[in-house]
């Protein structure tokens, strides 16, 4: 690999680590909604088009998931149901509504943080981004800043243990949020590129 | 089986038949709409508390298919992201999208009406419904009036045709839906009850 080769791949490097990185920022801004903390943002020609982050219990609706919104921000945008071209960055593997929403929307390159060993749809539980049997099959990459978005999961849970712990009692918002996400396994070390990753 | 036993199946029959004909009747408006005529009804303590059609080309919004929308607005009307309880009638089998999204809302009991081979996420390509993995399971019936639902999806696709031969080109608003239903498959008689139907 010459100089400039090196060059390019590590600005490359950069530029999709720059994303991920708004990603983990509205991941943040769940947290501070006391979501749980998942961000996500979709990428059109080096542009970001969309971000979001988890508010489902704030919505009080099961379509608040940070993928959902910024599919629905992304169509909007575009004017279209297809996302041709689109990437998506989001902090933690996708559960089944959100990886149908990406196959559905046809959309290219989905890169991901951490993995949910327990709903995650993208090689964890079943793998809806790579099956033969649909008319679209997406690029995935894993494990990008993998570390950030578990050690930001994991704080979170952390304060809702204790939150719990103080009142002896669930609130009503919080509960039922830690059972489809193994904040033990989310919150590993970041796992090696996964069966799902690609190399470029 | 005594007599006021058969009476009671039978009125039981009559009521879920009522909840599948509202669904049809969404597919209906749909259809006048120019969109894959695909309807869906929730349905709580008896009551139906949702419904709603695809309009996916309307609203250039991938979200926009009808089981989607119908989970939207039972969110609201239960003020929950959970809808515990429910039955969801829909008229062709869901889309991973949609199967995602009835699992992550733990709605109980899905009545489909016609299969579809190319796409459909409760047995047909994979079984999101029934995913042991998943912290959620749903009952699953199909074969609801599946004849009428596939004679409306038939009836769509020969209309779609015919227009598209008139104008020797697709129009970019129905273009693309086609692809992922299978109308020959879909408009054949009605199948059997499937590996999901649990018979009650």
Redesign the interface.
Known sequence: MGLFDGLAEAREQKKIEGYMRAALKEAQKAYDMHEVPIGCVIVKDDKIIAKACNK??H???????AE?LA??QA??KI?????DGCTMYVTLEP???????I???RIHHVVIGAMNP??G?AGS??N?LK?P???HQCEVESGLLADESSALLSSFFKDLRETKDAAESTDGIAA?DD??IDEKNVAAPAAAPTENSSEE
């Not at 004017?79 to 996302?83: A, E, F, I, N």
């Not at 559960?95 to 929403?101: F, R």
């Open positions: 489902r219990n919505d009080r609706s099961v379509l608040s998931h959902i599919i629905s169509c909007k004017k279209d149901w297809r996302l559960c089944p509504m959100c990886a149908g929403a196959v559905q929307a327990k709903a749809s539980v079943i809806i099956t049997g649909f008319n039922g059972e489809e």
